[in-house]
């Protein structure tokens, strides 16, 4: 069954610290990877992508995450986290000729200032 | 500006009522999703359609309704048959057949029945 695990419900860091979300999907094929950002009282948003070429991908605000097959993973990272950083996080996958994408649970990250 | 919105922002429905939520997007994407999100469960596609009159059910879609006579609009209505509808709902568009599928969000509506 095609499915995304994102074990980190709830994460807590304080500024500067570094960030590392964890992201495991199940589906068959060639996979398109993304991460979503929802802040506070805003659209969700794509913070980056991966559909091919170098697995380590960079995104807005600091954010890079890296596609390492063999794990099926796509984890999440950013070396030094700001306030600003407080948001939900959402990974997804879905297929490279499909239409739907399928998310995962989310991971709420607050940052202490 | 182009982007999706959606309307109402927050909704209140009595119990046993339909209520239909409004989506619309000038990106002139073909695609169109309704998601549902509930804390701690991410995002759950509800309905989904790919091109105008035309339109397949998600995981979640029973209780719920949708329509896409235009390709600019894809209202949801969620009916009375509807078990648990307090959520927030999100609708999203995207352009099928590029190298990768990046969809799009609107605002949300957060619909509360009473």
């Known amino acids: 069954a095609q499915s995304v695990s994102q074990h980190n419900h709830h994460v807590i860091l304080s500024e500067a610290a570094s960030l590392e979300l964890g992201c495991n999907y199940s589906?068959?094929?060639?996979?398109?990877l993304f991460w979503y950002v929802q802040y506070p009282g805003q659209h969700l948003q794509l913070l980056l992508k991966?559909?091919?070429?170098?697995?380590l991908v960079k995104g807005i605000k600091g954010f890079e995450a890296e596609f390492i097959k063999s794990k099926f993973s796509f984890n999440l990272r950013k070396p030094s986290v700001q306030w600003s950083d407080t948001a939900e996080y959402f990974c997804a996958v879905g297929g490279s000729s499909a239409s739907k994408i399928i998310f995962g649970s989310g991971t709420r990250l607050s940052i202490r200032p | 500006d182009g982007g999706i919105t959606q309307s109402p922002k927050y909704l209140f429905r009595k119990e046993g009522q339909n209520v239909t939520l409004s989506c619309e997007q000038n990106?002139?994407?073909?695609?169109m999703y309704w998601y549902r999100q509930d804390p701690g469960q991410g995002l759950r596609l509800i309905y989904y359609s790919q091109i105008v009159n035309d339109f397949q059910k998600g995981d979640i879609a029973e209780g719920y309704s949708v329509s896409r006579e235009k390709k600019e609009s894809f209202p949801l209505t969620v009916t009375s048959a509807q078990k648990n509808p307090t959520a927030f709902y999100l609708c999203?568009?995207?352009?099928?057949?590029?190298?990768?599928?990046?969809?799009?969000f609107g605002p949300g509506t957060r619909l509360t029945v009473l």
């Open positions: 991966y559909f091919s070429g170098d697995p």
């Open positions: 589906y068959g094929g060639t996979v398109n």
């Open positions: 990106l002139n994407h073909d695609a």
């Open positions: 999203a568009s995207s352009t099928p057949g590029l190298p990768y599928n990046e969809q799009f």
